[in-house]
């Protein structure tokens, strides 16, 4: 059954009784029930969870006000406190890695650890550009010659699945998030960090986990899956409760 946490503006669904001692972060167009496999079996060996859908996705109104990873991370601390009764491992797949990793970074008393999968924490060296019509336009409405009209029709055709899918407030707060990078976020960690990546991982590849490891101070460890993609949650899920014992221990 959902519970609502911060005055409303989070739900999420806890497995076992309080104390929780893990939140699950999911990642972008995804909800917390992704975590459910996993949060079943901790919630055997008598750990309890709570797995929130982020605001905009799931049960969870969209947030007022756009902002990325960084914006999202001040909503979910209250949260936190508010649930916690000691640091907390965060669980974040894909962009909720992201999310878990700017409030351990600026809240390090409510983080034990952090277990973190096929986040996109650094940017990826861009190997191919857009098309050239897209690029023409683009560039034509920065200099107010394309129509806002025209753009978002080039957006539309260019753009990913992600952001096409997206709309109002939640399209801006997409933008924003795929325009971050977490270098410095990474970099004040002082939590342990477990990174666990599916080896076919094509949005997300091993590579970006690596690059991410480079800036890392704190304890960390990065272990690859063999056949799985991005989803590990839902591709891995015994995996990941390995990983989050270890986070515990």
Request: include cysteine; charge should be positive.
């Given at each position: 059954?959902?519970?609502a946490y911060g005055d409303g503006k989070v739900f999420g669904e806890p497995y076992g009784q309080s104390p929780y001692r893990v939140v699950w972060l999911h990642?972008?167009?995804?909800?917390?029930?992704d975590f459910a496999s996993s949060a079943i079996g901790l919630a055997a060996l008598g750990i309890s969870s709570v797995a929130l859908d982020?605001?905009?996705?799931?049960?969870?109104?969209?947030p007022t006000v756009a902002g990325g990873a960084r914006?999202?991370?001040?909503?979910?601390?209250p949260v936190l406190r508010e649930i916690a009764d000691e640091p907390l491992v965060l669980v974040g797949h894909s962009r909720g890695g992201?999310?878990?990793?700017?409030?351990?970074?600026?809240?390090?008393?409510?983080?034990?650890s952090l277990v973190i999968t096929g986040s996109p924490l650094v940017r990826r060296e861009v190997t191919s550009k857009s098309p050239l019509r897209y690029r023409l336009t683009r560039s034509m409405h920065a200099k107010g010659l394309v129509s806002p009209q025209k753009m978002e029709s080039a957006r539309r055709r260019h753009g990913s699945s992600d952001y096409r899918n997206a709309s109002g407030i939640m399209r801006d707060v997409f933008v924003m998030m795929v325009n971050e990078s977490y270098e410095s976020e990474l970099a004040r960690v002082q939590a342990p960090i477990y990174m666990v990546w599916g080896q076919d991982d094509h949005e997300v590849p091993v590579e970006v986990a690596k690059k991410a490891g480079v800036?890392?101070?704190?304890?960390?460890?990065?272990?690859v899956l063999d056949e799985v993609g991005h989803l590990v949650p839902l591709e891995a899920p015994s995996d990941l409760v390995q990983t989050v014992l270890e986070a515990l221990a």
């Open positions: 059954m959902l519970s990642g972008w167009a995804r909800q917390g029930h982020l605001p905009g996705f799931g049960s969870s109104p969209a914006s999202y991370a001040q909503m979910i601390v992201c999310i878990a990793t700017v409030i351990a970074a600026t809240n390090p008393e409510l983080v034990k800036f890392i101070k704190s304890p960390h460890s990065l272990r």
